[in-house]
């Protein structure tokens, strides 16, 4: 990443159909975390999330509830916002396709500068996924059904709609991918992009029949019979919302001329990696710089679904065990480039080990020495002996949140063994300049603890730091064990 440069950082625009699930808090989560980090660098950062509200999908369950589809997808947003808010995410804006001003003019201004001779009206007649709004070609379809959507119904749809001629960009798009202008994190999606894009592309169906929509969508410019194709309009809200619409300073200044990331699902990375790009080079706007593509969370083994009974709600996490806990699950427990499994029981023993009996206990017996001791710390030195080779920076900037979780656990544990073979506690007596001297290596290697714990648990971070600073123990302990 680039030291300097203002940081556009965004999450994919959920859909709102349903409640948030425990993908859209692992999202959230690690798009904070990289925010977080790069604001303690001292760099300005952006950090936009939002709500995909103009996809059929809403529409369909907004009919079942019986409720209009602007106020449905108005309220549901709020779950959204209120998650981000209570898994301690620092978002600066929050954007709303459905109803937003500047998201509708941005997608029309989208539309209108791309360049004539790539987008083309044409009749079209194929099998549509409503659950990816997708067309899906031969190849996309097992047993007569999307693999990614089973039980639901592929529609046969035949209308005239607008094509984007993705076919214009294919040499474009290998070039600013195989040169990592265009950076695809992990190496393994690289890949499947490059290899997605040199199996040949199709042309990418930008519009819907009005009708079809049920009217509800952004209207195509200059033409009152059709809506946008819903990840035509969504993708541009990245944009929109830091003002593209009037070329504001904000999107000069985070977009035209700052760094972009976009945190996204393994699902959705052929929309950012390929279609987005291809639509703003189309449009003469900066392709983004940075897609980190993170990998699903499935419970025992399975996609987590509520026909199985093995969806975890973020709110059982947070419920149970805090923010501070679920952000520790999610960003260790959870790997940022592969699918990991989380069950009730796994969530359970991961806290307990790393937060209960790890952090939590360290902290006490700590605090605990100092306050008896009166030993106050102003000012510390880092001095990290657990893993001198390790760089935090380093790990930070190529996106492995595991591998830098993993190195504070590891300083944790260093710490909890230094104590066990040092006994200040017991030297004190004995030996009292020797156990001060211990106790404030101690102290001096857990306030830099604290430090590497602020992008990912900031407020126990911060508890520590202030513990340390003000010569206290904790009230009540910091992650109570659960039986
Ligand atoms: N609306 C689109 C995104 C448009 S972005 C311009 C969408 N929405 S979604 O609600 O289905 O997914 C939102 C994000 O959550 C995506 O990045 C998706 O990959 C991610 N996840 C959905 N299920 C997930 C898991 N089970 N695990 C981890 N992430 C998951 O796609």
Same mark, same amino acid.
């Given at each position: ?42 760099? &300005? ?14 529409? &369909? ?11 449905? $997808?108005?309220?549901? %947003? #709020? ?20 109803? &937003? &001003? ?146 504001? +300073?904000? /999107?000069?200044?985070?977009? #035209? ?5 976009? $945190? ?9 990696? $390929? ?50 806990? %679920? ?9 940022? /480039? ?14 307990? %080990? ?21 030993? @106050? ?14 760089? /935090? ?6 996106? +492995?949140?595991?591998? $830098? ?20 506690? @017991? ?6 300049? +020797? ?9 001096? #290697? ?22 340390? +600073? ?14």
């Amino acid at each position: 990443m680039s030291p300097k440069k203002p940081l556009f950082i965004s999450t994919a625009i959920p859909y709102v159909n349903a409640k948030p699930h425990l993908g859209h808090a692992l999202e959230f989560v690690e798009t904070d975390i990289i925010a977080r980090y790069n604001r303690l660098l001292g760099k &300005e950062v952006f950090f936009l999330s939002g709500t995909d509200d103009n996809a059929s999908k809403n529409v &369909e369950i907004a009919e079942a509830a019986g409720v209009p589809i602007k106020e449905f $997808v108005s309220t549901q %947003a #709020e779950n959204f916002k209120k998650l981000l808010q209570d898994l301690g995410c620092e978002n600066n804006d929050f954007i709303q396709t459905g109803i &937003e &001003e500047r998201h509708i003019k941005g997608a029309q201004k989208l539309w209108n500068l791309c360049k004539k001779g790539d987008i083309e009206l044409r009749k079209y007649k194929g099998l549509y996924c409503v659950g990816c709004e997708e067309f899906k070609t031969d190849k996309d379809i097992v047993n007569n059904e999307c693999p990614l959507h089973p039980g639901r119904i592929l529609q046969e749809i035949e209308e005239e709609n607008y094509f984007f001629k993705l076919k214009n960009y294919e040499k474009e798009l290998l070039d600013l991918i195989e040169s990592n202008k265009l950076k695809i994190v992990p190496e393994t999606r690289r890949n499947e992009i490059l290899s997605f894009i040199k199996g040949g592309l199709n042309d990418l169906s930008i519009s819907r029949s009005k009708e079809r929509v049920k009217n509800w969508g952004i209207p195509v410019p200059n033409d009152d019979t059709q809506m946008m194709y819903v990840w035509f309009d969504a993708l541009s809200n990245y944009i929109n919302a830091l003002g593209f619409a009037e070329n504001s +300073e904000k /999107f000069q200044k985070f977009w #035209e001329n700052g760094e972009s990331i976009h $945190v996204v699902g393994k699902d959705i990375s052929r929309f950012h990696a $390929v279609y987005w790009p291809a639509m703003l080079m189309s449009a003469g706007i900066k392709t983004p710089d940075i897609i980190l593509v993170h990998g699903f969370i499935t419970s025992g083994g399975q996609k987590m679904s509520k026909s199985i009974g093995n969806v975890i709600d973020p709110y059982d996490l947070i419920n149970e065990y805090g923010a501070e806990a %679920a952000r520790y699950i999610l960003a260790r427990h959870v790997s940022v /480039f592969e699918d990991s499994d989380l069950t009730k029981e796994s969530i359970k023993e991961y806290y307990n %080990a790393g937060l209960a009996n790890g952090l939590g206990n360290l902290v006490s017996r700590i605090m605990k020495m100092a306050t008896v001791f009166g030993i @106050k710390l102003d000012k510390y030195t880092k001095l990290n002996v657990a893993g001198p080779d390790f760089s /935090f920076d380093e790990s930070m900037n190529s996106f +492995e949140i595991n591998s $830098v979780m993993n190195f504070i656990w590891t300083r944790i544990a260093y710490l909890d063994g230094y104590i066990q073979v040092e006994e200040p506690f @017991k030297k004190i007596k004995i030996k009292p300049e +020797e156990a001060k001297n211990n106790l404030i290596f101690i102290l001096n #290697e857990l306030r830099d603890i604290a430090e590497n714990l602020l992008p990912f648990l900031p407020n126990t971070a911060k508890n520590i730091i202030y513990l340390i +600073e003000s010569n206290k123990s904790p009230e009540t302990p910091l992650f109570p064990r659960k039986d």
